[in-house]
């Protein structure tokens, strides 16, 4: 996969980096001097957002040029030469405290948590160009991801009640041990699993957990019983990103659009880094993992199972990315479904919103089995079964890695953190989840 190549004139800041960084908390003070005398953003007038959008852009565009000048010593200087691993939370408030005005800080990331995403100012787009331009690197990028692929010190710290007692309950996620199976169970019962920020670190958290536990062999994650009113008493997998909470201002950029990516999603494809295992064979402890798909997997659901070794699927099941939709870029779906579908029917699942029902032949190229409701757990039990052949973690490794490999995956990451923070802070993204709060 090649990289975009997006760059900026480096001569907007000086070659030398503390002046670039004065530079830099220059032009981020000159645009808070502005913004300080206009109104909120949901209340200014015409002309005032044409001025306050352009003096944020002309700010962006030297943070841009300062990064693509200085990105990795940017990077080795908040990590002390790559010998500390920073998750992306940490690391963007790192960047906030040592280049003023690089990032927003967490304190004014925390204030725009609280407003309406129509209310917010946009200072996510800060964090998505920093993000783009440190994963854009080859030595910065790889650093981070190897960060992100570490255990989180919450299943550190619960990792020996889980490995003593078998079962632990996250809150949107109920793992439990059974038989060598870890059995990880989405439960947001009143939305569908929708997913937010909290869900987001409850997975991952249940990921580390079951892939560090000893006595797991492989792993499974299924939907739990609804008390939605239209669900009420029946499994469903996932209904995606959470749009009320969207529309709240409660997803964020760093803590679920990116951490969602490069945390859980991408923890069960290559699994999790540890630093005590020996690295000359293995760097990673991993596990198989089945997906048991219930009524329907939409948005992020679908997203899931593109990394999955195989997955089970109710009759009446569908699968749908409506992306365009919702406005947002379906995570790494459009980098992962060509490989699986093919590009006419990826450009058909997420340019059209076309919706694919598990008994339709396409189905088959993202399902592997389809069973009636009744017999799913018997099919699931099954395929649990065989994968647990002594083989199956070294040939599943060799899959993903002829399949997908981590530079591609940084790539394409560097260009998700900066399109999907536009999109996030796009006019038609709050437009319908402003429409789609209001019908709710």
């Known amino acids: 996969m090649k990289s975009a190549g997006h760059s900026t004139d480096p001569r907007l800041v000086p070659a030398d980096l503390p002046k ?172 569908l699993n929708a997913e937010d920020n909290q869900q987001i670190d409850d997975m991952e958290t249940a990921v580390d957990l079951a892939q560090l536990d000893p006595d797991v062999e492989l792993c499974l994650l299924r939907g739990g019983e609804m008390t939605h009113p239209r669900y009420r008493g029946r499994r469903v997998f996932s209904a995606g990103i959470n749009l009320k909470s969207l529309q709240g201002g409660g997803i964020s950029l760093v803590d679920f659009l990116l951490r969602r990516e490069l945390g859980y999603i991408h923890k069960i494809m290559r699994g999790v880094l540890v630093e005590d295992r020996v690295s000359w064979h293995s760097r990673t402890v991993e596990k198989p993992w089945v997906a048991a798909v219930d009524t329907f997997a939409i948005g992020g659901g679908a997203q899931l199972l593109l990394v999955f070794d195989h997955v089970v699927a109710a009759a009446d099941a569908y ?83 002829a399949d997908e490999s981590m530079d591609d995956f940084r790539r394409y990451m560097a260009e998700f953190a900066l399109q999907q923070a536009l999109r996030l802070y796009s006019s038609d993204v709050i437009d319908k989840v402003d429409r789609f709060s209001a019908k709710k």
């Open 20 to 191: 670039a960084r004065v530079a830099v908390a220059t032009a981020a003070a000159d645009v808070d001097r502005l913004l300080a005398t206009l109104p909120e953003p949901h209340e200014r007038s015409p002309e005032q957002r044409v001025a306050a959008a352009a003096a944020i852009d002309s700010a962006r565009t030297v943070r841009a040029a300062f990064l693509d000048a200085h990105a990795d010593a940017v990077y080795d200087e908040l990590t002390d030469g790559r010998s500390r691993y920073l998750r992306l939370a940490e690391l963007a408030a790192a960047a906030a405290s040592a280049f003023p005005g690089l990032v927003p800080t967490a304190d004014r990331i925390e204030a725009e948590r609280a407003r309406a995403q129509a209310a917010k100012e946009g200072h996510e787009i800060d964090q998505g160009i920093f993000f783009s331009r440190m994963l854009r690197s080859p030595v910065a990028g790889a650093h981070l991801l190897d960060a992100m692929l570490r255990p989180t010190p919450r299943a550190t710290a619960l990792l020996p009640e889980f490995t003593r007692t078998g079962e632990v309950h996250l809150g949107s996620v109920h793992i439990r041990r059974s038989n060598g199976v870890a059995h990880l169970t989405m439960c947001r019962d009143d939305c």
């Open 319 to 401: 699968l749908s990315l409506p992306a365009a939709k919702e406005g947002i870029v379906p995570g790494a779906s459009n980098f992962r479904l060509t490989r699986a579908v093919g590009p006419r029917l990826a450009r058909q699942v997420i340019l059209g919103g076309r919706r694919i029902w598990a008994t339709e032949p396409e189905a088959r190229l993202l399902v592997d089995e389809v069973h009636e409701s009744a017999d799913l757990d018997h099919a699931i039990e099954c395929s649990l079964a065989r994968l647990r052949g002594a083989a199956v973690l070294a040939n599943r490794r060799m899959l993903n890695f």
